[in-house]
């Protein structure tokens, strides 16, 4: 009776070992493609973010900028509710804003009100805008006569979030 | 002695071999080749962005100090290849009361150009 294992050739010790190699190599090319493939999407996503990052960025601008101007001619004895709404490179924002009076004292001892506001801008999904959805946030002074009127305005501060 | 049976077997797995070997070099090049290709192109996307950026600070930058109707002059120098276009082209610093948009157009040596709008305001 035969077992089986006598009737086989004996085997070389390096019988197949090219194939192994070859199999081997094939496996480390394919993670060297894979990286690269990785990082050629990640490079692709990225360039295209920063376009719409950029976008996003100056139509915050450009909406801040607009509210200003909207606040500018406001009555001063009203406290400004924003929630405008602009579009610019595609990208739909709201702009809040609220008020941040301080009171400084005047040369000659009178109480001068300044008029501050601060205004955030956010992507504008129809609700008043959440912390976390901030792209810039401003402080705004409103330099104003006795009678009221704007006659320039100072940015106190201006940060970009996002 | 090698058995008759193991004839030629050597040579038929170093063929083989050859062939997976040259499929996955060639395959290896065409990978590498792509990534040359997709990282020059982020590079060159990035430089882009930053000429956009550069140019659009430049047009916010020549109406800060501005008055009502008054002229202002964009100061900007394209790099070298690039060309650059604002509309309005001769700008007059608006009303206190609104914003002007100004529409600025960079075109890099190669690819597409790039649009951005931005807006300025008397302060």
Known sequence: MSCGFADRPPRDGDHGAALLL?????????????ALAALITSSTSNSISLEEIRNRQYAADAAVH???????????STPPTCGYQTQLNSVDIRVDCENAITVLPS???QVLGQRNIIFVA????????????????????????????????????????? | MRERRDAGESLNEVIITIVVISLAVTALFAALNTATASAKSHADRAKNDAVVRDLAEAV?????????GDPYTVQFTAPTGYSASITPSS????????VQIVTIEVTPPAGNPQRLEVAVRTP
Do not use: Y
Not at chain 1, 22 to 34: D, E, K, N
Not at chain 1, 123 to 144: H, L, S, Y
């Open chain 1, 22 to 34: 070859a199999i081997g190599f094939v496996l480390l090319v394919s993670a060297i493609a894979a």
């Open chain 1, 66 to 76: 607009d509210a200003i101007t909207k606040v500018r001619v406001l009555d001063r």
């Open chain 1, 107 to 109: 040369n000659d001892n």
């Open chain 2, 91 to 98: 700008g007059v610093c608006p009303e206190v009361t609104a």
């Open chain 1, 122 to 162: 956010c992507p504008d999904n129809g609700t008043a805008c959440q912390a976390d959805e901030v792209i810039i946030r401003a402080q705004v002074n409103f330099e104003q006569r006795f009678d009221g009127a704007v006659t320039r305005t100072f940015i106190q501060s201006w940060s970009v979030n996002r």
């Open chain 2, 60 to 68: 916010k930058n020549s109406t800060a100090t501005c008055e009502a």
